[in-house]
DNA sequence: GTGAAAGCGCTAACAT
DNA sequence: ATGTTAGCGCTTTCAC
């Protein structure tokens, strides 16, 4: 079966390529006559442009990377709706590509990407992300980045974030004020800024609350819901356990709660539990979970808004700008007690 | 900054391009001199070959199109995974589209995608989707397409499917042996092969326990969480309200729960559940959610080696094979009493 | 308003 | 083993 060029539509029409080409593409030096001709057969035949001979030309691909940990995760999934909202307006196609928390792959992914194949990325680090040396050959090429959420350092362009400090404050507030003493903070990561933001949080809240702060205090997991079981079951085990836990991240909620389900530890009586998370069945689990809960979408959709902006005017490389969209915290039965009605909180 | 290219190189060297192209791919008629040569260079001035130039010429890009109706949706996020480990393995790139259950947008990306931008296809169909002239357009191009889940009837080529007739009768038997007398049926579309296959299996179980059944025992709901938990909010308030739900959709446990508690119906105790799911959070709902277990990741991981094989061959158009991989019936307390241990079904 | 011609960067016949 | 040449399908000067 053969495709259907601009060459064959020019010889069926009697026109040159170029004449066809300009018509296909509204130009304004092509008669109304003609460009109804062309689109005419362009129709009839069945005519599809050729993305990649456009591309090598125009170098410009109409196609933008996402760069991400996970999909399986309800921040992220979140996150492509809004991204994935944009770039179908705009016509944009958009390469989906997983690091799975790998830095290795991560390194790989972005190697993969700085060969014209993309004309934007948008980003969030993997958690095992230490060095940056990837990143900064990526925009050395000129090539666009925003990152949202799990942005990069030193890297100067756009960024996407949430209130991370002031969110991860108020949770831990939020925690004392319902009577805990020892919180442990459980992170994925040491090196992420935004892990590091929400610590800061939390030890700020800590001491203006005159509660003592130990390294121990810190509980990092790694991306195997085994060992991270594991580590928590040792963590609740302990005669001196914990009375909160403030989890910076979404999928140590369900980790938590199922080793609180085996050691028989009920919450909120004997442990209370913030997550920052956007499980849609965080007020549906036993007990409902007090969330932080992230603008996913908006930060998605914002970050493909600025990269659109930012190829449309063709801008070689993006001005230094840090979009902060609140987060919101939705107070539920694992902190309070039974009876009490949820509350939303603006941070 | 200038890009580096074949051109350059071959400069550089004082080769010809095509001996410095047939060197970076390795070939056999260029000596081992010159490739190491060649190679040194390319990796000094850090080369990376433009993929558009190379597809164009070669009629092949390396990538693949997923269609799916969502990626906030634990089956689709997981099966995603499942491809993405294959692509990731194959040196393949994967574009996601989303459908949003939308007929109109699944026919504008299937149109999208025709003009040679991928090598093939991994699709799984919006809900509203009924006619299929589209997707005959695709095939007809040689596309290689391979359907997953939500299959689309009457294109020979291949599938990887779950046993859901299978499932759903097991389901269905599984409410009655609870003690269910009138069971309703929640789908999100009349037309889905699969929603098909999973109503037949329910309805073969009621006949075989001579439940009687009438049309007014399926409930279709939409895209829309607002109407859909009105809906459920109008069958659950009727005094002759169904003893027994079997969700073939994972999101409608969101609204069941919500209703469920917005009506101080207890579950399992008024009312007993069974949802096809892949949520994580199942066992940790208030009550453990007694759910149909999908082997997402498998189903993306086999359709994606189907797709990828059949690449490898050339072949033109998939063989008419379709994989089936079964279902697990996870039962917990949203349909026995509490206290009753955890079982696993295989089906 | 239309056409001729060059070239994006790469690959694959076909020489040598 | 290396080089010459043509061309993938499209866009874009530049000429008429």
């Given at each position: 079966m053969q495709t259907v060029t601009i060459k064959i539509l020019a010889e069926k029409l009697k026109l040159s390529r170029s004449t066809v080409s300009k018509a296909l593409s509204d130009s304004?030096?092509?008669s109304q006559d003609t460009k109804n001709r062309v689109l005419a057969m362009a129709a009839k035949l069945d005519y599809a442009p050729n993305p990649y001979a456009s591309s090598l030309r125009?170098?410009?691909?109409k196609t933008i990377a996402v760069v991400i940990p996970e999909v399986a995760d309800s921040f992220f999934a979140q996150a492509i709706n809004g991204i994935e909202a944009v770039a179908q307006d705009k016509g944009y196609h958009v390469l989906i590509y997983l690091t799975h928390e790998s830095f290795l792959r991560e390194k790989a992914i972005v190697k993969d990407i700085q060969n014209g194949r993309i004309d934007g990325v948008l980003m969030s680090l993997s958690s095992e992300t230490t060095s940056f040396a990837h990143l900064h050959a990526l925009a050395k090429k000129g090539l666009p980045i925003v990152f949202f959420d799990r942005v990069c350092p030193g890297i100067p362009t756009a960024t996407v974030t949430t209130n991370d400090y002031a969110a991860s404050y108020r949770a831990t507030q939020h925690l004392i004020d319902c009577g805990c003493k020892k919180i442990v903070f459980l992170a994925i990561?040491?090196?992420?800024l935004i892990t590091g933001e929400r610590l800061r949080g939390y030890q700020q809240a800590l001491t203006d609350n005159a509660l003592p702060f130990t390294p121990a205090d810190i509980l990092v997991c790694k991306n195997d819901m085994a060992h991270n079981n594991s580590l928590i079951t040792k963590l609740l085990a302990?005669?001196?356990?914990?009375d909160g836990l403030l989890s910076?991240?979404?999928?140590?909620a369900t980790s938590i709660y199922t080793v609180c389900n085996q050691l028989h530890?009920?919450?909120?009586?004997?442990l209370k539990v913030v997550c920052f998370s956007n499980l849609q069945t965080a007020p549906l689990l036993q007990p409902p979970l007090t969330t932080v809960t992230q603008p996913a979408f908006a930060m998605g959709n914002t970050a493909a808004t600025i990269l659109f902006k930012a190829l449309k005017k063709g801008t070689i490389g993006l001005k230094n700008d840090s979009e902060v969209i609140p987060s919101i915290m939705m107070v539920r039965n694992s902190t309070e007690a039974i009876g009490t009605p949820f509350t939303e909180v603006a941070l």
């Open positions: 304004h030096e092509i125009k170098k410009s691909s990561s040491k090196s992420l302990k005669p001196n356990r914990p910076s991240v979404e999928k140590l530890l009920s919450i909120p009586g004997q």
